[in-house]
């Protein structure tokens, strides 16, 4: 059994499958009101991987709304669908929107032996 507050390892994907536009997706689990929380997973401009909660800075729904698409139509930001805003990929920071200047709030993601690997808590998304 683990301690709180431990966090385990989860394989995303092998580091060279990952492409500019394209977003990974892993469920980190329940957050602090028992609905499920989705990572997002990607590389940013200068192709370092990135991640982040999908979860909208205005309001906290996901920012695909259950689409799918996370990414703006010049695939350069991250984008909620409902709200209209748009956040950089490397950072998180909204550029636009109802939210701007807030950030989206990252997870962390390690890249290992050609790996792709977040870390999850075991008790909360």
């Given at each position: 059994?683990?301690?709180?507050?431990?966090?385990?390892?989860?394989?995303?994907?092998?580091?060279?499958?990952m492409r500019p536009g394209k977003v990974e997706t892993i469920d980190l689990g329940p957050d602090a009101y028992?609905?499920?929380?989705?990572?997002?997973?990607?590389?940013?401009?200068?192709?370092?991987?990135?991640?982040?909660?999908n979860v909208c800075k205005h309001l906290p729904i996901p920012l695909d709304g259950g689409s799918g698409d996370?990414?703006?139509?010049?695939?350069?930001?991250?984008?909620?669908?409902?709200?209209?805003?748009?956040?950089?990929?490397?950072?998180?920071?909204?550029?636009?929107?109802?939210?701007?200047?807030?950030?989206?709030?990252?997870?962390?993601?390690?890249?290992?032996?050609?790996?792709?690997?977040?870390?999850?808590?075991?008790?909360?998304?």
């Amino acid at each position: 059994m683990r301690a709180q507050g431990m966090k385990r390892r989860v394989r995303i994907c092998a580091r060279e499958d990952m492409r500019p536009g394209k977003v990974e997706t892993i469920d980190l689990g329940p957050d602090a009101y028992g609905l499920p929380v989705q990572g997002l997973i990607l590389l940013d401009a200068e192709g370092q991987v990135r991640g982040y909660r999908n979860v909208c800075k205005h309001l906290p729904i996901p920012l695909d709304g259950g689409s799918g698409d996370y990414l703006d139509d010049e695939r350069t930001h991250l984008f909620c669908g409902t709200h209209g805003a748009r956040y950089r990929l490397n950072d998180g920071y909204c550029t636009e929107g109802p939210c701007q200047g807030d950030s989206l709030d990252p997870i962390t993601v390690v890249v290992e032996d050609g790996d792709v690997f977040v870390l999850v808590d075991d008790q909360a998304g």
